[in-house]
């Protein structure tokens, strides 16, 4: 009985100063709280935030686990697979969502097609990477290269987790689909904090092949789950892969430069650096991201909301009432983190890896940018218009290749977080241009 007491007094507590809270930000932001949109943002943006601490709380036992040398291998055995099981996916999960919230009454089609295509793609782009990952990771030890070469598996495990699993927003499982976006980064934390417990595992190619496990199982409760939501046979239907195809080639082709415009600095330093200066940077990069939950629930939310609107004018007056409040969020959001960060990394990593702080700096100014580019391809997105997208994102693909070339040799990790820097801030003027040129050819049309 006291238990039962103490919980329901908390949750009367709890849910007191969360109206508190949205009422602040009703005042603050002059947007409906009542409204469905502001409610998803909400728990999409609450479920980011418990995902972020568990990221930074694996980030920072990884790093006070393995010190910077493993957590520099550890990374050189992630970043490459990763990358490869992203662009595996062919865009498959941006096109089920767009499409199936268009027509949701074939959204198990979809789903079924779209993940044979992504399990066909997964088999090539696997075979290429086992190859490539020797001159890929030429820096790093035959271990760390052969480690990286299991971790290929990611490919065909993404194609079971992430196509699935989006399609629950177009069913509007929401709170499904946040539950179980929280479950690898939970296991992740788990293992890692394993590795505390067992020195068995306490090493970068241990903690990586014992995640695969995990997520291996984690697949099969993940599409049972989706079953349940979304009925249906998932058979291949040869009628929709020509638009699931239209839609994801140029979504994969914009996720390209955009994953690499996020990762090339991190990849490169694992082709041609030793593990430490990478482990120093994967710090930095870890505390600069603390900020994405804010600016990723709101692009997740505004993606299949957009695309459900029929008339284009309505698309882009809802996105323009939204920007200015998205822009001040992210801009006191940035200045929130700035003055935090060296007292942050010193507490929560550790002294070993203060050499981060400066680059922790400009990546935390770069985050913001970064939040914003989410936002406006959410919404490039919701219009249909992945090339516009695709075209930004070249754009800082081009800066981010010219200026690694430049400072990367000459400045390390300071000149990496320079890079990413500019290539987000490019990146952001191009979306910017694309919707308001979108906006004039929707009016005209």
């Not at 939310?301 to 882009?316: C, G, N």
């Not at 930004?392 to 400072?407: N, P, Q, Y």
Request: aromatic share 10%.
């Amino acid at each position: 009985m006291r238990t039962g007491t103490v919980i329901r007094r908390s949750s009367r507590s709890l849910r007191e100063k969360l109206v508190a809270v949205i009422g602040c930000l009703e005042a603050c932001l002059r947007i409906n709280c009542e409204g469905v949109l502001f409610r998803r943002i909400v728990q999409v943006f609450t479920i980011n935030v418990v995902i972020a601490i568990m990221g930074l709380a694996s980030g920072l036992l990884a790093a006070r686990l393995l010190g910077p040398q493993q957590r520099g291998e550890l990374a050189a055995i992630q970043s490459w697979p990763m990358l490869f099981a992203t662009l595996a996916l062919l865009g498959m999960s941006e096109a089920v969502v767009y499409l199936s919230s268009r027509d949701t009454e074939r959204t198990a089609d979809y789903l079924g097609t779209a993940r044979v295509i992504a399990l066909f793609a997964g088999v090539a782009f696997f075979v290429a990477s086992w190859f490539l990952m020797p001159a890929l990771l030429r820096s790093q030890s035959r271990t760390t290269i052969w480690f990286a070469q299991v971790y290929l598996m990611m490919i065909p495990l993404y194609a079971l987790i992430d196509i699935p699993r989006n399609a629950l927003r177009v069913a509007g499982a929401w709170g499904v689909w946040n539950v179980l976006r929280m479950v690898p980064s939970g296991m992740w934390l788990v293992i890692v904090a394993g590795g505390w417990i067992s020195q068995r595992i306490a090493t970068p190619g241990g903690l990586a092949c014992l995640f695969l496990g995990v997520q291996t199982l984690f697949a099969v409760l993940n599409s049972l789950v989706v079953a349940r939501y979304i009925p249906g046979s998932y058979t291949w239907d040869p009628s929709l892969r020509g638009p699931l195809l239209a839609l994801g080639i140029p979504t994969m082709l914009t996720v390209l430069p955009q994953t690499l415009n996020l990762r090339l600095d991190q990849l490169l330093m694992a082709s041609l650096m030793e593990p430490r200066p990478l482990g120093y940077y994967v710090v930095a990069v870890a505390w600069a991201g603390a900020a994405t939950p804010v600016f990723h629930s709101v692009g997740a939310v505004l993606f299949p909301h957009i695309s459900a609107m029929d008339e284009p004018r309505h698309r882009h007056k809802f996105l323009k009432a939204y920007f200015s409040r998205v822009l001040l969020l992210v801009s006191s959001t940035t200045i929130l983190l700035l003055p935090v960060t060296p007292v942050a990394i010193r507490l929560l990593f550790g002294r070993a890896f203060m050499p981060s702080v400066p680059a922790a700096l400009i990546l935390t100014v770069a985050s913001g940018f970064s939040g914003l580019n989410l936002i406006l391809s959410a919404g490039l997105q919701g219009f249909g218009r992945p090339k516009s997208i695709l075209k930004a994102e070249l754009l800082g693909f081009a800066v981010t290749l010219a200026s690694l070339a430049t400072l990367l040799p000459e400045f390390g990790i300071v000149g990496a977080a320079i890079s990413s820097f500019l290539a987000y801030f490019f990146t952001t003027c191009a979306l910017i241009l694309a919707t308001l040129r979108s906006a004039r050819t929707d009016r005209h049309e």
